[in-house]
């Protein structure tokens, strides 16, 4: 698995927010934060979805259940992000990584 670029302020900073809040409002609060980074940031659901590995890949070296509920959770957002992003502009390129519904 190749490492994400995830600084160990944004980990920190994950964690603190993930204590602060809870699930459910750090879930609403990643998913807000990423669909503002659209400005500058195309596609902000890879980057989770990088996120989210490199939590999984750190609760499994480090036995800290935190870091794969908090994995869980951005791979969650990733895909909540994906699909608005989709609904949004139809012509965004198809990712294979997520679910692509056919009608």
């Not at 259940?65 to 992000?81: C, D, N, P, S, W």
Request: aromatic letters at 16%.
């Amino acid at each position: 698995m190749e490492n994400a670029n995830i600084s160990k302020k944004i980990i920190d900073e994950y964690v603190r927010i993930f204590d602060k809040k809870g699930e459910e409002s750090f879930y609403k609060y990643i998913v807000g934060a990423a669909i503002i980074s659209v400005q500058y940031n195309k596609f902000p659901e890879i980057d989770l979805l990088e996120h989210s590995n490199y939590f999984f890949s750190m609760a499994r070296s480090k036995g800290n259940k935190k870091y794969f509920i908090i994995g869980k959770i951005l791979r969650k957002a990733a895909h909540k992000v994906y699909r608005a992003l989709f609904a949004i502009d139809k012509d965004r390129p198809l990712n294979f990584k997520f679910l692509n519904l056919l009608k």
